[in-house]
């Protein structure tokens, strides 16, 4: 979903190469390994199994880079804050690109019993309720916790078993038969990401993608996750996987986010009577940008992207431990206000799947929820028979004396329209100050039209996306025919599914789920690599300062590695970067990729350089700096200690 403050059409027509897409998969004509999928009675059609093809300028742009080659296969992970998911993209026989979702956190629930890939969703989500019992890296990272208080995600002892393995045993008993208090996180998260890497490995090999070892060798792997914290978790928990995969590297999401969104973004228009000089001359001329608001399960995050050519940097971001756990908290706390807490603790003590029903029941709600409309929480009938056996009256009762609505041919509590804007309202005053502050900070407040685009389960509630209308009144918000200044909401999901509205919440969160997946595993990265050190006098500043500390970088003793760019800051006449692991080179030297169009620096690490050993892994810091003088930009490649490891002169006459 993206809520369009500065927004572009309202239509709902599809993108003409889905449409082509479409008309072609409905005549069951399509070319290639693919079609056999398709076209099968076996594989239904379903939201889950869904394939998006790319975008005609995506496509032209990685076809221009000479990044895609035929047969270029890529996996991705994606870890998110309550699931995650897997699939991959290759190219056909033709070139084109295309990239397929295997599973995604609501599970392969129409797919055949006998479809192997049903296999990781009927352990994750063994419940109907399973939307509640989804695996993600909070998951993994904590100790899970059932206090009704807290409410984390739950999981299931038949989970378990073929998640862990013989090492990874449960940090706490398991109380009540069925519920586990705590597991070992990180054995969790190991095997969790092993599986995936399986699933799309299995997938490849019956599509026949790969037909070798070498092939499996050949893949290369991206692992998208949610933020710098997850991100300072990989060294501890990826690493000691990734010696079983080959060319792997971590992005974050929301910069996979901000690649697809800025094509979408309009640029003024130049007269078609410009000659190509003239239009090459204004190409990086000003920049523009967009906000980001990524409303996740326990924290929000909200990030101005600049956009200068076709450079794409995050220039300001902030994030708080607000999401939509915060109103699903709100719910249940209304609902210990009716019904008392010692009601539903006795009834989650007899009847431990009913509690999970009567949360999943709470969520229902939060996401139907409709502006100035009364909320709909509908109970279990067994949480009314329990009521009655307790305490010898009907629920009916105990809701009325509450002074809220009861229904009894639904067994549904109605809550009155007051009270739910008490309980949404204090959500969206947080995320209207965290906008105003990134706006403030980027001088925004009062200066022109802005566009924020808001992804996250809770960012697609009708509730949600009318307050943020009506509390946002200092930014002036225009259609895209110009011809109205007034609060419109646009759909990001348009652009992936062609259609103006997907009233089905789960077809969304496959959506997005498939819009992840897919724009990592076609984009290769392509965020950072495409910095250019011509716009360093434009893009100095726009930066977010993610690495506050010196980076470990890993390699192996007899080898080698490429890196690249995924992160950066930028200081007054520096910049440090985090960099990750792809192709291997000739014994001896690392060499650093650092931008697209940049001169290759080799950076000789000395044996006694090499620090910490681990395995077969070493560790070593290191800085780089970018140096101006009048005959150019100089690169140098600095220690901690300021030993010279290696420097190298780029583009003379950058700067004039």
Not at 75 to 91: P, Q
Not at 197 to 207: K, P
Not at 482 to 497: E, R, Y
Request: positive net charge; proline residues 4%; aromatic residues 8%.
């Amino acid at each position: 979903m993206a809520v369009s403050l500065r927004l572009r059409s309202g239509s709902s027509s599809e993108p003409s190469s889905i449409a082509r897409h479409r008309a072609t998969a409905s005549r069951k004509k399509v070319d290639g390994i693919f079609a056999s999928h398709i076209s099968s009675t076996d594989y239904p059609r379903t939201t889950v199994d869904t394939v998006f093809p790319l975008t005609s300028k995506i496509h032209k742009t990685l076809s221009q880079s000479g990044s895609i080659t035929k047969r270029d296969i890529v996996g991705v992970i994606h870890l998110g804050a309550t699931y995650s998911c897997c699939g991959y993209g290759w190219t056909d026989s033709r070139g084109s690109l295309v990239y397929h979702v295997l599973d995604n956190w609501m599970g392969c629930q129409n797919c055949p019993k006998e479809d192997p890939r049903r296999t990781l969703s009927d352990m994750l989500l063994a419940k109907p309720s399973g939307d509640l019992l989804a695996i993600g890296y909070k998951a993994h990272k904590d100790h899970l916790s059932c206090s009704s208080g807290q409410r984390k995600k739950l999981l299931y002892l038949e989970n378990f078993p073929a998640l862990l393995s013989s090492n990874d045993q449960l940090a706490q008993p398991i109380t009540n038969g069925t519920c586990a208090v705590g597991v070992n996180g990180a054995g969790l998260f190991r095997s969790v990401l092993d599986k995936l890497r399986s699933l799309v490995l299995d997938d490849l090999t019956q599509r026949l993608i790969i037909t070798s070892a070498a092939d499996v060798r050949d893949v290369k792997w991206y692992v998208t996750v949610a933020d710098i914290e997850v991100r300072n978790n990989m060294e501890s928990m990826v690493l000691p996987v990734c010696r079983n995969y080959m060319n792997v590297s971590t992005v974050y999401k929301r910069d996979v986010i901000a690649t697809f969104l800025a094509p979408l973004e309009n640029r003024p228009r130049r007269p078609a009577t410009w000659s190509a000089n003239q239009r090459a001359s204004q190409r990086n001329v000003g920049t523009s940008g967009f906000l980001l608001l990524d409303i996740g399960t326990y924290h929000t995050e909200v990030s101005y992207f600049t956009i200068c050519g076709n450079v794409v940097c995050p220039a300001y971001s902030r994030k708080i431990p607000v999401g939509g756990q915060t109103i699903s908290t709100a719910l249940y706390k209304i609902m210990e206000d009716i019904f008392g807490s010692k009601v539903l603790s006795t009834y989650k003590a007899e009847n431990y799947e009913g509690f999970v029903e009567i949360l999943n029941c709470l969520e229902k709600a939060k996401r139907n929820a409709e502006l100035n409309q009364k909320l709909a929480c509908h109970l279990p009938f067994s949480f009314e028979a329990h009521f009655k056996r307790k305490f010898g009256k009907h629920l009916a009762e105990k809701v009325k004396q509450k002074g809220h609505y009861y229904d009894s041919v639904n067994n549904c509590v109605m809550l009155d329209t007051q009270l739910v804007r008490h309980i949404f309202k204090p959500f969206i005053d947080k995320l209207v100050d965290l906008i105003t502050e990134v706006l403030r900070e980027e001088n925004l407040l009062h200066g022109g039209l802005v566009t924020v685009y808001a992804v996250g389960g809770t960012a697609d509630n009708p509730y949600v996306r009318g307050l943020l209308e009506q509390s946002l009144p200092f930014l002036r918000m225009k259609r895209h025919s110009d011809q109205a200044i007034l609060p419109v909401v646009g759909t990001l999901k348009q652009a992936l599914s062609g259609t103006s509205t997907v009233k089905n919440l789960e077809t969304f969160r496959t959506l997005q789920s498939a819009y992840t997946i897919g724009v990592t595993a076609v984009g290769h990265c392509d965020f950072m690599k495409s910095l250019s050190v011509k716009n360093l006098s434009v893009i100095k500043n726009a930066f977010i300062p993610i690495i506050q500390k010196d980076e470990y970088l890993t390699g192996s003793p007899d080898q080698a590695y490429t890196h690249h760019f995924c992160a950066a800051t930028f200081s007054q006449n520096s910049i440090l970067i985090r960099v990750f692991f792809s192709d291997v080179e000739q014994k001896g030297s690392v060499s650093v990729d650092t931008m697209e169009c940049l001169s290759q620096l080799h950076l000789h690490i000395p044996e006694e350089k090499r620090g910490e050993t681990t395995g077969e892994r070493f560790f070593f810091r290191v800085s780089l700096t970018f140096m101006r003088d009048p005959n150019g930009v100089g690169i140098q490649a600095k220690d901690t200690n300021g030993v010279l490891y290696g420097s190298c002169r780029i583009f003379k006459n950058v700067y004039k």
